[in-house]
């Protein structure tokens, strides 16, 4: 009897352990699925959604999104001061600004204030591992949380009046986030959205549509955020290659989409013009 109960010790103690399913902690299973940087008409409408891709990872209490900017300097951290209730899996979490909670007609589940620096930046969520997202010539890399891999559209970053969303169509389920939806690469993971749709931890959402489409590179008409698209003489010294100017031997060239270069070539010509008539009049 005492022998049984010794091995039945044993057992409890080595073998029920590692049987048990892991256990996963209760707020990290989440992603950054939408950056909002607010419209034209009230910029400070701004907001961050997380989303969870696993259960009970609603006890986000003392943990929090810290916003860089495009060098990697922290320019606010937002701490959760309480959980939110809703644990479901696919459930998100809404950081927004007062105005962005009036804009959508929502409430929001952890107040912050509208500092994303819209030509360059970053936000991360402290998850394990933690989860970022930049954009525009942000260059801190090193400064963030984790990797963030190459910025999402480093020629322009945010737009007004468009939020960047996570693509989740490549999984297993590509209409749920899954955790191989995040490669740590912002430019590969995110895309511009033409209708921002916040959603808070109540299920409860709202959207708003830009009049003015997503940039789509390729389709030869100069759109927002583009510095050519095209041939397009009037931007464009060199060549127009991923909608940027690039001079043979120089690379990228940041070029005013104004048509300047046309009217060097017009002065250029009215100086020769003038030229020519000089000395026509001498030698007469």
């Excluded at 107040?111 to 969520?125: I, N």
């Excluded at 090193?142 to 190459?150: D, E, H, K």
């Excluded at 955790?179 to 749709?197: I, V």
């Excluded at 002065?267 to 009049?281: E, H």
Aim: proline share 5%; net charge negative; with cysteine.
């Amino acid at each position: 009897m005492a022998r049984r109960l010794f091995w039945s010790a044993i057992f409890a103690t080595l073998c029920v352990p590692a049987l048990a399913p892991p256990a996963f902690g209760s707020f990290h299973l989440m992603k950054i699925v939408e950056v909002f940087p607010g419209t034209s008409g009230s910029p400070n409408a701004q907001y961050v959604m997380l989303q969870m891709y696993s259960a009970g990872q609603n006890l986000v209490s003392g943990h929090f999104l810290r916003v860089y900017n495009a060098t990697g300097g922290t320019v606010a951290t937002f701490t959760f001061g309480a959980n939110v209730g809703n644990g479901a899996t696919q459930s998100t979490i809404l950081i927004a600004t007062a105005e962005a909670a009036t804009l959508f007609g929502i409430s929001k589940d952890l107040t912050m204030t509208a500092v994303l620096p819209l030509a360059g930046g970053a936000v991360c969520f402290d998850a394990i591992p933690a989860d970022c997202v930049s954009w525009g010539n942000f260059t801190g890399d090193g400064s963030l949380l984790n990797t963030a891999g190459t910025p999402y559209e480093s020629d322009y970053g945010l737009i007004l009046g468009h939020a960047i969303r996570r693509d989740i169509s490549g999984g297993t389920f590509p209409t749920l986030l899954e955790a191989s939806d995040d490669t740590n690469n912002s430019a590969a993971d995110f895309d511009c959205a033409n209708t921002a749709m916040p959603k808070n931890n109540a299920g409860s959402s709202g959207s708003y549509t830009d009049g003015t489409p997503c940039p789509v590179c390729g389709n030869n008409v100069k759109e927002v955020g583009e510095v050519c698209d095209g041939t397009d003489a009037f931007a464009c010294p060199g060549l127009c290659v991923s909608c940027n100017c690039t001079v043979a031997g120089v690379g990228a060239l940041k070029v005013p989409a104004t048509p300047i270069w046309g009217l060097v070539g017009f002065v250029g010509l009215v100086l020769l013009c003038g030229s020519v008539l000089v000395r026509r009049a001498r030698s007469s």
